[in-house]
């Protein structure tokens, strides 16, 4: 069974960094992705890294600020999001998938952590 747990969600002023991490437990081979929801909105994707860190994605909304790896041992997965704007507020979601279809849809990937919160405001 895998388990996922995120971190590193806080409040920023518009133009700040944060880092979110995904603790994991129980992955084989599973790629794993960053998703946001912002309230009254549907789930977004975000960005995502293969098993091996070779294949990574980026939603155009975020490309050139946000980093997605993962480490040697695979776990934790990070996402470092730099030049944060308001339009970044939201609930940020890890997920891991057995196998993917489509990277970018959320109905893709089994497992889900339990969110963590980013609001940017000044």
């Known amino acids: 069974q895998v388990y996922l747990e995120e971190s590193g969600g806080g409040s920023v002023q518009p133009g700040g960094s944060l880092r979110l991490s995904c603790m994991a437990s129980?992955?084989?081979?599973?790629?794993m992705a960053w998703f946001r929801q912002a309230p009254g909105k549907e789930r977004e994707f975000v960005a995502a890294?293969?098993?091996?860190?070779?294949?990574?994605y980026y939603a155009d909304s975020v490309k050139g600020r946000f980093t997605i790896s993962r480490g040697y041992t695979k776990t934790p997965v990070y996402l470092q999001m730099n030049a944060l704007g308001p339009e970044d507020t939201a609930v940020y979601y890890c997920?891991?998938?057995?196998?993917?279809?489509?990277?970018?849809?959320?109905?893709?990937?089994?497992?889900w952590g339990q969110g963590t919160q980013v609001t940017v405001s000044s």
């Open positions: 129980g992955l084989t081979n599973h790629a």
């Open positions: 997920a891991a998938a057995d196998t993917l279809g489509s990277w970018f849809r959320p109905e893709e990937y089994d497992y």
């Open positions: 890294i293969s098993w091996k860190g070779r294949t990574i």
